[in-house]
């Protein structure tokens, strides 16, 4: 598939306009598109793009991420406007750094939530958001010779295991061409770090828990998880070739606010909140090890600072929660009834997820603070607070499937005290 071109959209200085969508006002623009950057003159008027080549005493060195007084580095967030990608880029502001999001708004889920995703970022004058697609080599020459980057944290892709059983060619299109696309870019203007945002799901359903980086990994349970696998290998090839340093983290399950609309902890909670019922796949014996979406930021800028030659890191918690007691969970706190509808397990899923984060923990000194009771209770919190916005987004999940629609004669429907 050929990357769509970018939605015209019209900057000024106060406001950025989707030519079909809503109009938003931001109290300070940092968001073109290539189509308005062709017509540059007329989009921007006296608009000096921000934050162009930095000078070499800006650039950091060998820093170590997260804490203290460090210089500031310029860095891409490709998938800035995502669940992860948007804390990722919060953190880094909120370090120093200047942050360059490029992410192509796609159709996965709604417009507006990845909107509202980018906003406390939208304030802060080190922030730079580019609406386009990572697989079209015209934007990402645009975008590379007017930045010299420090290192780029690779994001975007099409996420999430169950849709990519529907949609496998989208799939190889988006995470495999997109990913080659910025290893390319990097290559031809030599930013030396890259971390890529691998999965979990790369160790399939043979792998011996606790996963390990040093196991096989050549077994994926779906075409998601094979283009991720692909793309370490990419990667691996990449820094074989030219000797950029590249770290890829394999996230386990990432919850927390702003999680994709389709994700488990999110629908279940919205479903048990409204009072409707909850099918599980399988008897909810599965187990996740679900990790706090502050941990995997941490985590992420930890490897942002501690490049490694190439390096493979888990990004989990080592504790893992079995699905029933999960939702039971969200009930308890949510001081809802839980009504279950137990289905046959889905093709795709795993049985468990379990991370070995020794690796993580010894050199990039990952450390995940928040366990699932009280990452539950704020994912909670942070539903609640945005309740009614979450409510109106329920329709438009039709384009966010993340269930495959199979016949399941032998369901039944039980309530579980909580
Ligand atoms: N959320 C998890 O539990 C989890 C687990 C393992 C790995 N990951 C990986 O982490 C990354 C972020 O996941 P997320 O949960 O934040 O997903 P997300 O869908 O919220 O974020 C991905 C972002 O990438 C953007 N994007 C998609 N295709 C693009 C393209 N062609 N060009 C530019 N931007 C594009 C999307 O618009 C979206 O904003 C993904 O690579 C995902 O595979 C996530």
Redesign the pocket.
Known sequence: ME?RESKERVATANSVRCSDELTVTYRRKRVFSLAAKRNRRVAFGGFQAPNSRSGPAERATGVSGGQGKMAARRILV????????SHVAEALLKRGDHVVG?????D??SFAT?QRNIMRCMSSENYELIH????DPRLLADVFSRHKFDAIVH?????GVRPSITEPALYDD??VV?TTRILQAAQVHGVPHVVF?????VYGATSVPPFRETDVADRPSSP?AAT?RANELACYAHHHLYGTTISCL??????GPR??PE?AIHKFTRLIDKGEQVTLYGNGTTRRDYTYVEDIAEGIISAVGNPNGYRIYNLGTTDTTALLDLVGMIASRLEKPLLVIHRDDQPGDVPMTHADISLAANELGYAPKVDIREGVDRFVSWYRSVNRSADSLAPRLAHAPSMIDLTHPSESVSEVAV
Do not use: H, W
């Open positions: 990357p490709t998938g800035a406007a995502g669940f992860i990608g490029l992410d192509n708004f796609d996965f889920y990845k386009g697609d990572i697989r994001l975007a892709a099409r996420a988006v995470n997109g945002g691998s999965s979990s799901s998601y991720k394999r996230f386990f399950t990432v919850y999680q994709r994700m």
